[in-house]
């Protein structure tokens, strides 16, 4: 008596092998805008909880340009020499924005909405002076808002366009 089909050692070959595969390509698959847009956000969030714990614990200052109507943001530290010192950290030296995502707008309570322009977000050791709410968007036309509370380094990300602090 004869049976065909495959042994299990064989099929864990095979899955092995497939799976290998995957690894390789799903990487190099296009991103889409609303994967870009949520990565954005995530990253600006962790960027910005980042930020505060640093300057708290290696007591320095450090200041987010945010340029709005661009995907430019970059992280500084404070300097008496240099105005605009790239940080030691090399996690700080990349922008946290992916290529197309923008920036439409940063909102401070204090100077209302910010749409053109450049907003400056000082971090000292006691973390943000205000609230911050800074709005991403993705080329498809999808938002995500990113809040950052002061003192305490509490950010959430939250998917849409949010106007007031939750």
């Known amino acids: 008596m004869k049976t065909a089909g495959f042994t299990l050692i064989e099929i864990a070959v095979v899955l092995a092998i497939v799976g290998m595969v995957l690894?390789?390509?799903i990487p190099r698959l296009p991103s889409s805008d609303r994967e870009n847009l949520r990565i954005s956000?995530?990253?600006l969030a962790a960027t910005l909880r980042y930020v505060q714990e640093r300057a708290t614990a290696v007591r320095t200052g450090y200041?987010?340009?945010v340029v709005p109507g661009t995907g430019t943001i970059h992280t500084y530290e404070y300097s008496d020499i240099e105005s605009n010192k790239e940080p030691v950290d090399p996690?700080?030296?990349k922008s946290p924005i992916k290529e197309g995502i923008e920036v439409t707008d940063v909102f401070i309570p204090r100077l209302g909405k910010v749409q053109d322009g450049q907003v400056r977000l000082d971090?000292?050791?006691g973390?943000?002076?205000?609230?911050v709410i800074i709005h991403l968007r993705a080329g498809d036309g999808q938002f995500s808002t990113?809040?950052?509370f002061p003192s305490g380094g509490k950010v959430k990300v939250y998917e849409g366009y949010q106007e007031e602090a939750l």
């Not at 973390?127 to 609230?131: A, H, K, S, T, Y």
Request: proline share 0%; aromatic share 4%; glycine share 8%.
């Open 123 to 125: 971090i000292g050791s």
């Open 127 to 131: 973390g943000l002076r205000d609230v």
């Open 146 to 148: 990113v809040m950052a």
């Open 23 to 25: 690894l390789l390509v």
């Open 41 to 43: 956000a995530r990253t």
């Open 91 to 93: 996690l700080l030296q």
């Open 63 to 65: 200041y987010i340009n």
